[in-house]
Each structure stands twice: as C-alpha cells, then as structure tokens.
C-alpha cells in the first residue's frame, strides 16, 4: 500500500490518494490507515500522468525520432503514444523496444507499411497494403491505438486523396480511429474532411502554413463542423506546426482543441522549439487557459479519444499513473513554429512521476 499524502490536484483541491498494487483504491480527504507515505511539498500539484498522443518515439528512422523513456517519464509524461512512425514493415521491431520502456508506449499505424523510412511514405499507393496493415493490428491489438495519414503535399507527391480514402477503409474494418496530419496542400481540407467521422483526429490544428490554417474563415467554419460531428482537434506541435498567432485567433472565434500534443522527436526536444510536454503546456497558460483546462487536454481527453479507460483519471480503479509538477514563478521566452516568441510569468515544471506505483524522483 502506498499513500500519496496532501496532494494538491489541478482544481487546488486537496486530497490523500491510496494506492494498492499500482491502482487508484481510494481517493479521501484525510486518510489515517497504513502505507508507504510520499508526502507532497508545498506548491507541487499531482494529476494523473500525461499522455503525449503525438510523438515520434521509433528510434530507427532519423531525423523524426527519440527513445521513448527520452521524451516519456523523463519529462513527466508517463503515456507516449508514437504518431505513424513506423508501419507493418516495422511494428514488430517497435513493439519490441516499446515492452523494455518505464514509459507506457502505445502507437498510431502508419497507413504506410513503411512508416517514415522515407519522408513521402504516401506517394506510392503500392505501400499501403490493408492486409499487412490489419495482420499487425491483430498482433498488437492493445499497442496499436489508431491509425496515421500524413496527408500534405510533401508527403502524398501525386497521390491526391487516395492514400485517405485507403486510410478509411481501414479504420472502418478494424474500427480504429484515423489522426490525420493537415499541412501544405494540396490536399486541401474540404477535401479531406467529408471522409473524417466521429472518433477521428486532425493534428497540427494550429499550424500557420499558408493553406490549411484557420485565418482562411472557410477553414475555421470546415473546423467547427468537424467538431459537430464529432472529430477531434489535436495541437502537434512540432517543429513546424504551432502558431501563437493561430491558437489566438482559435480563442478568439470559439474553435476548441481537444488535446495539447507535442510531436516531440530528438531534434527539437533539443534545439527546440518543442523542448518536452512541460513547455508546451506553459505555452497555454499563456495563452489565457486555465491550469485545469490545460492538464484535461494531455490527461483525460487523450485518454477517452484512445479508449484508454484506466489512464488520464484520477479516481478508483486507475492505473496510479502521475505527474508532479510545479508552476515556477519564473519568466520563460515560449517560441512558437514560426520563430514568434510569448513571454510569460511562469512555467510548469516536473519534479517526479509514478508509474503504476512506482515513485521515481526527477
């Protein structure tokens, strides 16, 4: 048994959290009963673990890629979920290293039985095989959590909407959802949209690349009935694909997003302008959200769009998946995609997670 004593949740609310053989057993006000004690210091806030539902954590295939434990609980997220980087040809591999992290790993399936071996993964339709793609889903029905389509130009050369209608296909027979990468057209979202259903995932939602980006009104207008029918809004970051300048006119007209990814991979968790989750959620806060907002968005809305019923949530039953973290009375330079730079008064900054009850110190 394991307590976690006066931990301060998002909401500033405080509560004591028992543990049992890694599960959430209770969740109380003042518990007095037995355990192994970690008590919380003063101004550290506890949620349940982050989830990183965009990441390139398949270390075979430079320059998008990071070992998982690199960009996981080191940084205070204890679920990284790989977005397409590899495909049937590789999933094994993956797999493998994947069951030796701390870190949970889970994995999009690039639609592409190559994954990113090459940057234009799409531009050969002979690369995608259903088939291929639905004998690894069969292995690794608990690993592989949805399916990846990086649908922009550079990636599809002279495919056109053909490697989407294929990505389609697939999600309809397995009954996996489909993250679809939005950038450069063509393909241009009116395009892509009337194939995506409820379930489904546009990521690199507040990009500034001069098509696809919601400062065209029609886009903005394509998004929110999007968000009608029940598709969701992912950040992904990355190094290209995040606009101060975007995200505020998304506050501004009322478009949600629904998850707070990274895209993380070596290079820009080095050189930035990424660097981990902690940053990129700083980056919210300045943009006006509110602490809880923000934590639901890498906590329990990832997990519901992954069907992942035991992480995200702090409450019986859970995994025992946490982030300890702190907001820094500290002023931080937040550089977006485009080289804009927000300042900002204060950063969230980790100090320790716990996997599956496991308290490790950071």
Same mark, same amino acid.
């Given at each position: 048994?394991k307590?976690?004593?006066?931990?301060?949740?998002p909401s500033?609310?405080?509560r004591d959290?028992?543990?049992?053989?890694?599960?959430?057993?209770?969740?109380v #006000?003042?518990?007095?009963?037995?355990?192994?004690?970690?008590?919380?210091?003063?101004?550290t806030?506890?949620?349940?673990?982050?989830?990183?539902?965009?990441?390139?954590?398949?270390?075979?295939?430079?320059?998008?890629?990071? %070992?998982p434990?690199?960009?996981?609980?080191m940084h205070? $997220?204890t679920?990284v979920?790989?977005?397409?980087?590899s495909?049937?040809d590789?999933i094994?591999?993956?797999?493998?290293l +994947?069951?030796?992290? #701390?870190?949970?790993v889970?994995?999009f399936?690039?639609?592409?039985?190559?994954?990113?071996?090459?940057?234009?993964?799409?531009s050969?339709i002979?690369?995608?095989?259903?088939d291929e +793609?639905?004998?690894?889903?069969?292995?690794?029905?608990?690993?592989?959590?949805?399916?990846?389509?990086?649908?922009?130009?550079?990636?599809?050369?002279?495919?056109?909407?053909?490697?989407l209608?294929?990505?389609?296909? *697939?999600?309809?027979?397995?009954?996996?959802?489909?993250?679809?990468? !939005?950038?450069?057209?063509?393909?241009t979202?009116d395009?892509?949209?009337?194939?995506?259903?409820?379930?489904?995932?546009?990521? %690199?939602c507040?990009h500034?690349?001069?098509?696809?980006?919601?400062?065209h009104?029609?886009?903005?207008? +394509?998004?929110?009935?999007? !968000?009608k029918?029940?598709?969701?809004?992912?950040?992904?970051?990355?190094?290209a694909?995040?606009?101060?300048?975007?995200?505020?006119?998304?506050?501004?007209?009322?478009?949600?997003?629904?998850?707070?990814?990274?895209?993380?991979?070596?290079k820009?968790?080095?050189?930035?302008?990424v660097?981990?989750?902690?940053?990129?959620?700083t980056?919210?806060?300045? *943009?006006g959200?509110?602490?809880?907002?923000?934590i639901? +968005? $890498?906590?329990e809305?990832p997990?519901?769009?992954?069907?992942?019923?035991?992480?995200?949530?702090?409450?019986p039953?859970?995994?025992a998946d946490?982030?300890?973290?702190?907001?820094?009375?500290?002023?931080?330079?937040?550089?977006d995609?485009?080289?804009y730079?927000?300042?900002h008064?204060?950063?969230?900054?980790?100090?320790?997670?716990? *996997?599956?009850?496991?308290?490790?110190?950071l």
């Amino acid at each position: 048994m394991k307590v976690i004593k006066n931990a301060m949740l998002p909401s500033g609310l405080r509560r004591d959290i028992v543990i049992n053989d890694g599960v959430i057993e209770d969740i109380v #006000k003042d518990y007095d009963g037995h355990g192994d004690v970690i008590y919380v210091e003063e101004g550290t806030y506890v949620s349940p673990g982050w989830i990183d539902m965009h990441t390139h954590t398949f270390p075979k295939f430079p320059p998008y890629c990071a %070992h998982p434990d690199e960009i996981g609980y080191m940084h205070g $997220v204890t679920t990284v979920v790989d977005a397409g980087s590899s495909g049937a040809d590789d999933i094994d591999e993956f797999y493998t290293l +994947a069951k030796q992290c #701390k870190t949970n790993v889970l994995a999009f399936l690039n639609i592409s039985r190559i994954g990113l071996k090459r940057m234009d993964e799409l531009s050969r339709i002979d690369d995608i095989s259903i088939d291929e +793609a639905r004998k690894a889903i069969d292995r690794y029905e608990h690993f592989i959590v949805g399916l990846k389509a990086r649908m922009s130009q550079s990636v599809i050369g002279e495919s056109g909407i053909a490697p989407l209608k294929l990505g389609k296909e *697939l999600s309809e027979k397995t009954s996996l959802p489909l993250m679809v990468h !939005i950038g450069n057209a063509p393909p241009t979202l009116d395009e892509m949209l009337p194939y995506l259903k409820k379930g489904d995932i546009i990521t %690199h939602c507040f990009h500034a690349k001069h098509q696809n980006n919601i400062f065209h009104e029609q886009i903005l207008d +394509a998004m929110l009935v999007a !968000i009608k029918k029940g598709v969701y809004l992912d950040v992904g970051h990355g190094t290209a694909s995040f606009s101060f300048q975007i995200a505020k006119v998304a506050k501004r007209k009322n478009l949600p997003f629904h998850s707070i990814s990274t895209d993380i991979y070596e290079k820009n968790k080095e050189e930035g302008p990424v660097y981990n989750m902690a940053t990129t959620l700083t980056k919210f806060l300045a *943009l006006g959200y509110s602490l809880e907002e923000v934590i639901r +968005a $890498v906590t329990e809305v990832p997990a519901e769009i992954l069907k992942l019923h035991r992480r995200g949530r702090c409450s019986p039953g859970a995994i025992a998946d946490f982030t300890f973290f702190s907001i820094d009375d500290e002023e931080i330079a937040l550089k977006d995609s485009e080289g804009y730079i927000q300042h900002h008064r204060e950063q969230i900054k980790v100090n320790a997670v716990m *996997l599956g009850g496991e308290y490790i110190e950071l």
